[in-house]
Every structure is written in structure tokens, then in C-alpha cells.
């Protein structure tokens, strides 16, 4: 019977071990393509764009052109001190002479401060909502979650490749 404990246990870390594979390529793909400049992930961190992004959602965004914005659309973009895009709705938007954008926004949290941004030809928009990801995955890169678990996932490695696939059991002619 103790060979069936260690067969099951040799699935579950297999099968682990794919999932986190699987999303190992996700977050690869998400990386090359922030590099390439087609899109940027960002988790929302609060629930001032509530009710269409809630705390803890991964939000992936691809670049769209400013002159085709409108108020009421929801854009993502840079801000100084904050290490992501931010996501805020366009109140009024307006080209400048020297062929910049002068965009009014704010977050739909209460009557909220609507902040100035200058951009040039392209904005980045929230394209995809992935619910509750982007908590898990900004709780996974804390070190007193993020250390305990990369020990389990080296634990399940050497489970899967130190217990060797069950042999057949031999049955002699007698």
C-alpha cells in the first residue's frame, strides 16, 4: 500500500508542476509583450474604479490612439511615484497647439480630484479584467508568502524527479 501513497503523491507533484508551468508561459508572454510595447500589465490597487476594476484585478492594456479617446473612456497611464499605469475615466480631452493631448480624468470613486495628464499620440486602454489574479500574484512576490512557496514548488520538483515511475511488478512462471 505504501507504493500507492508514493504514486499519488508523484501525480499531484506532476500535476502542480504543470500548472505552474502553464502559468510560468502566461506570464512570459505578458513580459515579451510589455517589451515589444503591444501591451502592459498592472494590478488595480484600490476600489476607486469601482465597479468595473475591483481590488486585485489583473487589468492587461494595449496602446490606442488619443485622438480616438472620448469622455467616458477608461484609460491606463503613467504617474509620477506610482510604479504602474494608474486607470482613470476621461472627463474632457483636448489637443494642444504643439500636437500634444491634454487629458482631463479621475478615478469613479466619489467626487474624486481630476488630474491633468499631457500625453502624446497613444494612451494605453484596459483591454482584458482578470479578476482577483493580480492579488494573488502581488501576494505571491511577498517574501512571507513568495519564500515559503518556492520551497514547496523545490520540495515538489524533487518529488517528482527523485521518486521514479511505479515499476511493474514481475510474476514469475512457477
Not at 504514486?7 to 513580459?31: K, N, P, Q, Y
Not at 497611464?77 to 487629458?103: N, Y
Amino acid at each position: 500500500m505504501e507504493g500507492g501513497h508514493v504514486v499519488a503523491m508523484r501525480r499531484f507533484a506532476i500535476a502542480l508542476l504543470l500548472l505552474s508551468g502553464i502559468a510560468a508561459g502566461v506570464t512570459a508572454t505578458l513580459w515579451g509583450a510589455a517589451l515589444a510595447g503591444v501591451a502592459h500589465t498592472s494590478v488595480i490597487g484600490s476600489d476607486a474604479m469601482r465597479p468595473a476594476f475591483l481590488t486585485g484585478d489583473l487589468v492587461i492594456s494595449t496602446p490606442v490612439a488619443t485622438d480616438g479617446l472620448r469622455a467616458g473612456d477608461v484609460i491606463s497611464l503613467p504617474t509620477e511615484g506610482a510604479p504602474q499605469l494608474v486607470t482613470e475615466r476621461v472627463l474632457e480631452i483636448v489637443r494642444l497647439p504643439d500636437g500634444q493631448w491634454s487629458i482631463l480624468a479621475r478615478t469613479d470613486a466619489g467626487p474624486g480630484i481630476a488630474a491633468e495628464h499631457i500625453v502624446g499620440a497613444q494612451v494605453w486602454e484596459p483591454t482584458l479584467r482578470v479578476p482577483v489574479v493580480g492579488g494573488a500574484a502581488r501576494a505571491v512576490l511577498e517574501p512571507r508568502l513568495g519564500l515559503p512557496l518556492l520551497s514547496a514548488f523545490a520540495l515538489l520538483v524533487v518529488a517528482a524527479l527523485l521518486w521514479g515511475a511505479p515499476r511493474a511488478r514481475s510474476t514469475r512462471a512457477a
